[in-house]
């Protein structure tokens, strides 16, 4: 099949960005990195540094330059509408957190109302984005319902799609948005009425294989746990129908999210995991399962993304190859070993996603 393109990627930064920046550049295309980086990338200058940092942050063995890097501006209430309408080629979408509900989105916005409120600086840089046909990628959940009560996790996202992401488009005809990490019902429901041209979501490989069951079975398990939460099986059964659909307006989103294994297994563990070893092979498993691995598995993971972030596949000396995936399992045997940023003596270990488990397909 053709190389895959993955629109959700965390890379981080320092040694970790060089852990996984192999990992990913062997399997994926285009990708568009997150930008919840402490401090948050809310400008251009360091948005483009990221860029730089990405693609000199592994050896050349994956053909690193010739791959096409996008980032994301991190909507923060200090980012600056000036800062998207004067945002680069590669800067590709503007990344909403709510505030608090996952990794690094301290400085995301509050009140999500100021999403759709004139006047506000996050309606501004939405407007912002809408001229320069930049998508603004959702973190679809919301904290508080309407009277300021705090939601529970697993009803974040649906409040979202009933309250919050109508409003956001009625304020904003124009702009394209992108509901990423679909978690439920309520969410594949709203695309699959609502989603086209100007909106479209992403899925990630564990929202398909996985559900709540398997989270706390024996026991919580901090190595299967991100934001949004995994949700029950019917909420699992409605994803995997939307992307066996065969959609034009649903795409390749890995949220590949590494944290080292003290974070995870932690009194407060932290939401992610990395994903990035087994970044395609997890979605042919998944596809599999479905038998969907066809023209669908193919356009959900190297076209949809990259028509709706208007992206072409290169030119002459710049064309996207071809992988090869086989029916080959492999167990994964070890955890990444990341030497510390401030101690170069000190390392620690990141726990990939199925650790001493097996997966089903291999990238050859
Ligand atoms: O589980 C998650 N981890 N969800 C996010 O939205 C952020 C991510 C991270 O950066 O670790
Ligand atoms: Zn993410």
């Given amino acids: ?135 603004v990628c959702l973190h679809a959940a919301d904290g508080k319902n309407a009277h300021g009560v705090e939601l529970d996790p697993y009803d974040q996202e649906p409040h979202f799609m009933a309250e919050s992401l109508p409003r956001i488009r009625d304020a904003h005809p124009k702009l394209k948005i992108s ?5 439920t019902k309520q969410g594949a429901d709203y695309m699959l009425k609502h989603g086209g041209p100007l909106l479209g979501c992403s899925l990630t490989a564990h929202h398909l294989l996985l559900d709540r069951r398997d989270v706390f079975r024996g026991g919580f398990r901090p190595h299967r746990s991100w934001m949004p939460a995994i949700q029950s099986i019917e909420h699992t059964e409605a994803l995997r129908d939307l992307a066996g659909k065969g959609l034009p307006f649903v795409w390749l989103g890995s949220d590949s999210a590494p944290h080292s294994q003290a974070k995870k297994e932690s009194d407060c563990c932290a939401s992610g995991v990395m994903m990035a070893h087994a970044g395609i092979e997890l979605y042919a498993e998944a596809f599999d399962n479905m038998n969907a691995l066809d023209d669908r598995f193919e356009n959900f993971a190297c076209r949809n993304g990259a028509r709706f972030f208007n992206v072409t596949d290169g030119h002459k000396d710049k064309k996207r190859p071809s992988i090869h995936l086989q029916r080959l399992k492999w167990k994964v045997r070890k955890p990444f070993m990341v030497w510390n940023d401030t101690d170069e003596l000190q390392h620690y270990d990141v726990v990939p996603f199925r650790l001493g488990e097996e997966i089903e397909w291999t990238l050859s």
């Fill in 179 to 183: 509901a990423e990490h679909l978690s």
């Fill in 1 to 135: 099949m053709s190389m895959p393109d993955d629109w959700h990627v965390h890379y981080r930064d320092g040694n970790m960005l060089r852990m996984v920046t192999p990992l990913v550049r062997k399997r994926f295309w285009h990708t568009l990195a997150m930008p919840n980086l402490d401090p948050p990338i809310v400008t251009n200058e360091r948005a483009s540094a990221y860029k730089e940092a990405i693609h000199t942050s592994s050896p050349d063995e994956h053909d690193m330059y010739n791959k096409p890097t996008h980032v994301s501006l991190y909507l923060a209430e200090t980012l600056d509408p000036q800062e998207v309408a004067n945002a680069p080629e590669h800067v590709k979408a503007i990344k909403y957190y709510p505030a608090g509900l996952t990794t690094n989105s301290e400085k995301g916005i509050t009140d999500p109302s100021a999403l759709w409120t004139r006047g506000t600086r996050a309606h501004e840089v939405l407007c912002a984005a809408a001229e320069k046909k930049i998508v």
